[in-house]
């Protein structure tokens, strides 16, 4: 199982950008499937981005599908989230999370610890 690591959360003014990364310690997600999760107080888990080991991109929300952009490095083995354009809707946890298969899913056996953004004046 691996060990994500998350970072780049923070505090943004509306309209600001942030970048999420993730990596694997002590290992490479080159070989992984990794999705974006966002999750707000009260709610339940929303996917918002995937790549596939292969780099097909699936982008779960219509709302910030043009906003909001999954990319990976295979020279640093990590993917990131880049968000600009960022709305009062936007802020909660962030998750990313991993598994060795082909294809974008729900159902993930590796998580980061969860990253909050937060978007105030």
């Known amino acids: ?42 709610k339940e888990r929303e996917g918002v981005s995937c790549i596939s080991v292969s780099d097909r991109i699936t982008n779960n929300q219509d709302s910030s599908k043009d906003r909001f952009t999954i990319s990976r490095d295979r020279a640093k083995g990590t993917v990131y989230l880049q968000m600009n354009g960022l709305t009062p809707e936007a802020p909660g946890t962030y998750y990313c999370a991993a598994r060795s298969i082909s294809y974008c899913t729900s159902e993930y056996a590796s998580w980061g610890q969860g990253p909050r953004v937060t978007v105030a004046s």
């Open 1 to 42: 199982q691996l060990h994500l690591v998350e970072s780049g959360g923070g505090l943004v003014e509306p309209g600001g950008s942030l970048r999420l990364s993730c990596t694997a310690s002590g290992n490479t997600l080159n070989y992984y499937t990794v999705h974006w999760f966002r999750q707000v107080p009260g």
